[in-house]
């Protein structure tokens, strides 16, 4: 026996050594990577020397005396911080990660393919200006500079992810970048989604008003009444089929419904200001990871210094300021997609409907390869409407007929984009008048562009706003016969269509991607919008001041009041209120009565500390389940959000809408006061079981935490712990400090979904201007730089955005310096 044990002491204690030289050298890989900001680096591909200054918070400040060389030095930085997070960008738009991750990311790649974003990325690169082309030659070579340096000094291959995936990496080319911005088109895209929803949820409703009721329209004049589904697609069945897209598949680029885009921003005019200046805050919002798609950055170009947020891998500051011009951009919701049905002939699958007869398929086929696994071929399909869809994407297939396909029509699939060029003409734009001149070159994804100079102040909507024919069947709404020709769209509307509001007399402009505009079709802009709550907030916050200071616009950035809270819980709640008989401790009654009490006093803020508004969500969510679920059956799981004007509608029985309050398939006859009763106790069992706490004892935060979360690693058992960046934080869904829930799972509230970049601009003090990011610099788990700014972020502080270089070199944590070679 004493044998024994002695061999397990001598085994446990070698597994004890085995694990800590595994852990070593581990950390000795992957720390070998990490980049030493503090040195001289001899490259090619230079005409001059470039200096970058890191500041203390791990912002470049790229100085050097040509564009040229400036965007080399930004393309070497964002390969020395964010490699492995360009490389997985580059192979999604690529259609490649199947090469490296095997069969769980095919239906990624087989949709990418089906797009040709790649291809059409490459065909843009010629359409770009002179200027353009030259700072994307540039930006490739400063990141292939860094990837020749890490080859030849062995720098452990550039970031820790290169060792646990064994992926080749690619020279980067000019291509790339402009197949970065079509990729976040598709991010940023939603009314191909909104399209299939209203065609499923119109299949299963027979009733016009409830389908009004359900997908609402935001308030404003009104629209003339649509056809239903069935009508236009006849064998579309009326039911409620379960979906069975792609969105489980691993890396899906494709946001779930009602994550495609939000943000926030508005600017004030000097008249308004209390410094004399103009005034600008902006936050885009897109899913949170970690690292965040933003890199803050600065560039000396010819035209002045810029400084801003960046997305690694595009050579611009997508956000930010120059030294005369403030700009930032919010999802303009314009309805840049449409669907076609498309009739296969029945004599010859691979010909298809047009208005002049029967037309071949454009073809080509594809081969996917895969990691561990038989390549796949594609054969991709185009018709004069655009590429075919498969139908196990987007749900398509429970809403095309049999002898049917379906097509998509959108902007961004375009081989002549030059929205390239519409960015890097922004940076160098003096002015507003020239700033709005240069975004005519935009494509797509189409956003508010809110744009400021030392006096005057603008938001115009730019990119493609395709154009339509008056006698559209389902006006863009609907999937609608390709083969009809009033469907197909017309080429593009002129750039001077695009609304725009230049020196408002008001003093004020802003956006939270609400309704922008109501003109009638087919000059309308979108029939779906991001926002109908957030704007009510904001204007009472906008107008309730004279005049705005930075900090003013900082506190309306960071609010966290719900006016959806406000409107919703006096209806919900107007005959549950202080009623009901006495309750004894521990009973549902009792609890129910306490949930109200707490409620009642409740002011609607949606603060992280609070019980409140985890009560609040909890009993909305229960509702609107309520409310559709015996209606929508299995379709109702789509409907993972809560829907404020639905509601509304409801409770306030706008043309017959209490009709959901009723359970159809119960012989009793349910009120609306009865179902928000029952949905009050089915969120409080809820919150029982799942936080298991007295209800004064809940925290908001606990259920509402930020999920920056790697997108490769951050399920890997024990590393996750490392990569993944969570925090408590405040706001909701209709918050303008928005952090938008999950909608589904076992934690339907966590925040996955908000301002990943925060910026205010004070042109009457411009060094005093600030941003901030949710995460940090680097993408190296391992650097120290890689969550420093989320604790910022997360409470609400920002970091100095100046461009005077001495700030930046005060206590700077390195200073580069490439020579050329």
Known sequence: MRHIFRWLVRLTSAAIVLAVAATGLAYYLASHSLPDYTRSVAVEGLTADVEIVRDNSNVPHIFTRSDRDAFFGLGYVHAQDRLWQMMLLRRTAQGQLSEIFGTRTVETDTLLRRLDIYNLARASVEAQDARTRDALEAYAAGVNARIDE??????????????????????????DSIALIKLMALQLSGHLSEEVLRARTSLALEDADRLADILPDVPGEGIAALPD???????????????????????????????????NAWAAAPDRSAGGGTLLAGDPHLGF????????????????????????????????????????????????????????????????????????????????????????????????NGPVLPGSSFDLGTITPEGHVMSLSWTALSSSDTSMSAAIALMHAP???????????????????????????????????????????????????????????????????????????????????NKVIDRPFPNHMSYAWGDSQRIMRWQAMMQGRAVHTRDSFIEAQLDTVSPAARTLLPLIGADLWFTGEAAPEGTPERRRQRA???????????????????????????????????????????????????????????????????????????????????????????????????????????????????????????????????????????????????????????????????GVYDFGDPDSSVFIISTGQSGHFLSRHYDDLGQLWRRGEYIPMSLDPELARAASVGVTRLTAE
């Open 229 to 263: 589904y069935a009508s236009l697609a006849p064998g579309a069945r009326r039911h409620a089929m379960a979906g069975g897209d792609g969105s489980g598949d691993f890396l899906w680029p494709v946001p779930a419904r009602g994550l495609a885009g939000a943000s």
């Open 150 to 175: 890490i080859n030849r000094r062995s720098l452990g291959r550039g970031a820790p992810e290169f060792f646990l995936f064994d992926a080749a990496l690619a020279p980067w080319q000019p291509a």
């Open 431 to 513: 002015d507003v008048d020239a700033a709005l001149e240069a975004s005519e070159l935009y494509i797509a994804p189409s956003q508010n562009l809110t744009v400021i100079d030392d006096g005057r102040i603008a938001m115009k909507v730019i990119g493609a706003m395709p154009a339509r024919d008056p006698r559209h069947q389902s006006r863009g709404r609907l999937p609608a016969p390709g083969w009809i020709a009033e469907n197909r769209w017309q080429g593009r509307l002129p750039y001077a269509d695009n609304p725009e509001f230049v020196a408002p007399e008001g003093g004020i402009v802003g956006n939270t991607n």
């Open 596 to 758: 109200l009490e707490l409620l009642a006093d409740w002011n609607g803020e949606m603060n992280e500390h609070l019980p409140e508004p985890l009560i609040y969500a909890a009993w909305l969510r229960a509702l609107q389940d309520r409310l559709i679920r015996d209606d929508l059956g299995p379709l109702a799981g789509e409907f993972d959000h809560v829907e404020p004007l639905f509601i509304e509608r409801v409770f306030r029985d706008v043309d017959g809408a209490a009709a959901w309050c009723d359970v159809r398939q119960s012989a009793a006859e349910e009120t609306c006061t009865d179902t928000a009763r029952q949905a009050l106790d089915d969120a409080l069992v809820w919150i029982d079981e799942t936080f298991g706490t007295a209800l004064e004892s809940l925290r908001w935060g606990d259920a509402h935490e930020a999920t920056h979360d790697h997108p490769v690693l951050g399920e890997v058992p024990l590393l996750r712990y490392f990569v993944n960046i969570r925090q408590s934080t405040s706001g909701g869904d209709f918050t303008l400090q928005r952090g938008r829930t999950a909608g589904r799972g076992p934690q339907p509230f966590l925040n996955v979904h908000g301002a990943g970049y925060r």
């Open 289 to 384: 990871t970690a690292p965040s798609i933003w890199y803050l950055a600065r560039m000396q170009l010819s035209s002045g210094g810029v400084i801003g947020g960046t997305i690694p891998g595009i050579p611009a500051i997508m956000v930010g300021r120059s030294e005369t011009l403030g700009w930032s951009i919010t999802s303009s919701y314009l309805d840049d997609q449409d669907l076609h049905l498309e009739e296969l002939n029945p004599d010859n699958p691979q010909e298809y409907r047009t208005p002049d007869g029967w037309k071949a398929f454009r073809t080509r086929r594809s081969i996917v390869k895969i990691n561990d696994a038989a390549p796949i071929t594609l054969t991709l399909r185009w018709t004069e």
